[in-house]
């Protein structure tokens, strides 16, 4: 069965940081991908990361604050988000897709059920 689990989601402040985790199991993952939902909004790609050497691409609205990271034998991606702002408040997704491809692509084959983050001001 495959899954993909995300946690580390909270409340944080303006300011502060919070790292978020996506545990894969039952699959062998390729490229990794961070979105995020806020209400009454549509989803947004955050970032991806290959699998090696851990490429990775963030959009420009994070780029700077937020890093993608991975560990291979764990299967497990993690997101470090420091310089929180509340308009990062949203609920935050991982996926996994069966191959490498240009990290900007969006497609993925499978999806976490997200973590929420909430920053508030």
């Known amino acids: 069965q495959v899954q993909l689990v995300e946690s580390g989601g909270g409340l944080v402040q303006a300011g502060g940081s919070l790292r978020l985790s996506c545990a894969a199991s039952?699959?062998?993952?390729?490229?990794m991908g961070w979105f995020r939902q806020a209400p009454g909004k549509g989803r947004e790609f955050v970032g991806a990361?290959?699998?090696?050497?851990?490429?990775?691409y963030y959009v420009d609205s994070v780029k700077g604050r937020f890093t993608i990271s991975r560990d291979n034998a764990k299967n497990t991606m993690y997101l470090q988000m420091n310089s929180l702002k509340p308009e990062d408040t949203a609920l935050y997704y991982c996926?996994?897709?069966?191959?490498?491809?240009?990290?900007?692509?969006?497609?993925?084959?499978?999806w976490g059920q997200g973590t929420q983050v909430t920053v508030s001001s």
């Open positions: 996926a996994a897709r069966l191959w490498s491809t240009n990290l900007q692509n969006v497609e993925y084959h499978y």
């Open positions: 039952g699959l062998t993952t390729y490229d």
């Open positions: 990361i290959s699998r090696s050497p851990g490429f990775t």
